[in-house]
């Protein structure tokens, strides 16, 4: 199951490098949408589980809430080490760089979404509502994943080739990923601290990425209330799900 949900993250990967090459008026909407979903994810199901699952604490704070707050800096680390951010929104910095700064920058997000694969595959180790509201957050921003690896490997001045290859390779990484999930079972106390590491780095990417490209061209109110009703769907699925 885990492996063919993550189908859908390889097909939204997809269509997100579709839409940096053919760039619509309406992707605000769609990113604004991701961002709620995402949010909704790790503040109603990630969270809880996370807790519930890892259980101990050090030094009086749970053990989940400081894996929680490590994925948000490490998030944090990765963009500023590894992927150029002005890049991903279309920046001018990267005229006059070699092609293997946004090659470099595309692995990174193509290693990110091994790590979205694995997250799936852990969540439906805890159960089928924990794998399906965990991959509604990662296919949702999977979209952004693979709009931006088109444009930071693209703005480098890669070639067609070099770009679609590296698009292909961000789509298969999270598939690969819920599969490896296969042939381990992960222990319920570590599987509930790599859920809170995960969640921390979610909503990194929700709070900092996805929803301010959502609002850079077009700071619509359309767009919040698409971030809204992404939070009341989740909302909507984790009450249904319990």
């Known amino acids: 199951m885990a492996v063919f949900v993550a189908l859908g993250a390889f097909l939204m990967t997809l269509a997100g490098g579709w839409a940096a090459h053919r760039v619509t008026d309406r992707r605000h909407l769609v990113l604004g949408l991701a961002g709620g979903l995402m949010l909704g994810v790790v503040g109603l199901e990630l969270l809880p589980e996370s807790l519930e699952a890892a259980g101990t604490e050090v030094y009086g704070v749970p053990a989940a809430l400081l894996l929680f707050v490590t994925g948000f800096l490490l998030a944090h680390l990765m963009e500023h080490l590894l992927v150029p951010r002005q890049a991903a929104h279309g920046g001018e910095e990267a005229i006059g760089r070699s092609p293997e700064v946004g090659l470099t920058a595309a692995a990174a997000m193509v290693g990110h979404s091994a790590m979205d694969g694995v997250a799936i595959g852990a969540a439906f180790q805890v159960g089928g509502g924990m794998g399906a509201a965990v991959a509604v957050a990662v296919i949702a921003h999977d979209f952004a994943d693979g709009f931006n690896t088109y444009t930071l490997t693209s703005v480098y001045g890669n070639t067609r080739r070099r770009v679609l ?78």
């Open 165 to 242: 290859l590296m698009l292909c390779a961000d789509a298969v990484a999270p598939v690969a990923g819920a599969a490896s999930t296969l042939f381990f079972t992960i222990p319920e106390p570590l599987l509930g601290g790599y859920l809170g590491l995960f969640g921390g780095a979610l909503l990194y990417l929700a709070a900092a990425e996805i929803l301010p490209e959502a609002h850079h061209v077009h700071p619509a109110r359309s767009t919040l209330l698409c971030t809204i009703a992404g939070v009341l769907f989740i909302w909507l699925v984790v009450g249904t799900i319990h």
